[in-house]
Structure formats: structure tokens, C-alpha cells
């Protein structure tokens, strides 16, 4: 079946200006994770949707960063007013009902984000 | 919150030698740990996860040990092949709880010819 997808796969955009980042996650999954990867660098958590709960905003690095997950499905990250330090690879990755059954989190390929 | 610790950051091993990468967890409440492949320009995917009710899983030449007294885990790689030059995260988080899961920094394993 499909994955997990995200669009764009690279985004380049000035300094200044807002870009949104979305994230299709795999049909039934109620869990859905952003995470920012900076080149060579590790997976620094962003923030984390569970179904109808209320989501963990507590990675994200500034108030200019957002997400929201309309209808339990796609995500879409928002970053304002672009910084040089955003540009990295956004990775989004969902994962079924951890009740009962395998905890695996399928990740998306990334976009890659460039601010120049 | 939950801190994960990943050491080394890079490693290097000959062709046929074994790798061992170990990582170090803050909350005593984590319960699950995952360890994630990812190659040059891809997405990171599953290879391993260990449960806190287990101190030991082996899959083949991968190998994954926890010591939750210590609060550490370690991936073993026997055998290394050219395939397995890759980084490797680890992770822990709060199966059945916040489910936040919180990753290493990674180590860049080369094997060497």
C-alpha cells in the first residue's frame, strides 16, 4: 500500500517569507510525528498528533513554527517569516494505533527546505 | 522530559568485524527503544526495537541488549557487510503513555574494505 508522502520533496524560499510543508500520512495511522533534520545532524523532534488528543507542541523551536492535522489525516507544518537556521530536511512519520499492535513509525521521504 | 544519549557518533570497522553502537536513556518510565537505519539520502527505517520486558533480541546479524537498571541499550552488528554502512539512531519513548519518541544523534557507521 502507500506510504507516507510529503510535499514538496524541496522547497527554496528568501528568507522572510512563510512556507507550508505537508504531510500525507498512511491511511488509518493515528499517529503522526514532525521531525527537523539539519545536514549531517540527528532527528530533533517537532511536535506530535495522537487522534483527537490535544497535540505535543514541546519540541517546536519558536512561535514561528505551527502544525496542524485536519479530519485525524494530512499535517501540514507552517514556518513564518523563514530563518537561514530552518533550512534542513522536514521529516513527518505516522504509526498505527500503538494499542495492540507494532509501534513501527513509517517515515516520509522529507523536504528538504533551503532559505536562502 | 526524556534524554537520549548516543555514543560513538562515528564509527569505523573492517569488513567482516563487529559494531556496537550504545545509547543512554533518562526517564525510567521508557519502555520501548527502537533503533532506525537510515542510508545516504533516505527516509530512516525500522530495523530492531526491544521492549523493557526483554533484556535481549536478536534478528539475524543484529543484535539489540537493554539494561534498564543502567538505562542503556546497545545495537550489535555482526559480520559487517559494505550494505550496512548507514547511520543508526536510537530512541526511547513511553509505549501505552506520552508516546513521544525521542532520538540519539546518531552514529555514521562506515564499513571499510
Known amino acids: 500500500g502507500a506510504g507516507v508522502s510529503q510535499s514538496p520533496s524541496n522547497k527554496v524560499t528568501e528568507k522572510g517569507k512563510d512556507v507550508e510543508l505537508r504531510c500525507d500520512p498512511i491511511s488509518g495511522h493515528t499517529a503522526l510525528y514532525w521531525y527537523r533534520q539539519r545536514l549531517g545532524q540527528g532527528l530533533e523532534f517537532l511536535i506530535y498528533?495522537?487522534?483527537?488528543?490535544?497535540?505535543?507542541k514541546s519540541g517546536l523551536p519558536s512561535d514561528r513554527f505551527s502544525a496542524e492535522r485536519t479530519g485525524g489525516s494530512v499535517s501540514t507544518l507552517t514556518i513564518q517569516r523563514t530563518q537561514q537556521e530552518d533550512s534542513a530536511v522536514y521529516l513527518c512519520?505516522?504509526?498505527?494505533?500503538?494499542?495492540?499492535?507494532?509501534?513501527?513509525?513509517?517515515f516520509g521521504p522529507g523536504t528538504r527546505l533551503t532559505v536562502l | 522530559g526524556e534524554n537520549v544519549e548516543q555514543h560513538p557518533s562515528t564509527l569505523s570497522v573492517q569488513e567482516g568485524d563487529s559494531a556496537v553502537i550504545k545509547c543512554t536513556y533518562s526517564?525510567?518510565?521508557?519502555?520501548?527503544f527502537p533503533w532506525y537505519k537510515q542510508e545516504l539520502g533516505k527516509r530512516p527505517q525500522l530495523i530492531i526495537d526491544?521492549?523493557?520486558?526483554?533484556g535481549e533480541k536478536k534478528d539475524q546479524r543484529i543484535a539489540v541488549t537493554l539494561n534498564k537498571t543502567a538505562k542503556h541499550f546497545s545495537l550489535h552488528i555482526t559480520e559487517t557487510q559494505p550494505e550496512d554502512s548507514a547511520v543508526y539512531f536510537c530512541?526511547?519513548?513511553?509505549?501505552?503513555?506520552?508516546?513521544?519518541?525521542?532520538f540519539g544523534k546518531g552514529t555514521r557507521l562506515h564499513i571499510l574494505p
Open positions: 526491544i521492549r523493557s520486558n526483554v
Open positions: 498528533f495522537q487522534g483527537n488528543s490535544a497535540p505535543d
Open positions: 526517564d525510567s518510565a521508557s519502555n520501548y
Open positions: 530512541a526511547a519513548s513511553i509505549d501505552f503513555g506520552d508516546d513521544k519518541i525521542i
Open positions: 512519520a505516522s504509526r498505527p494505533n500503538f494499542r495492540g499492535s507494532h509501534n513501527e513509525q513509517f
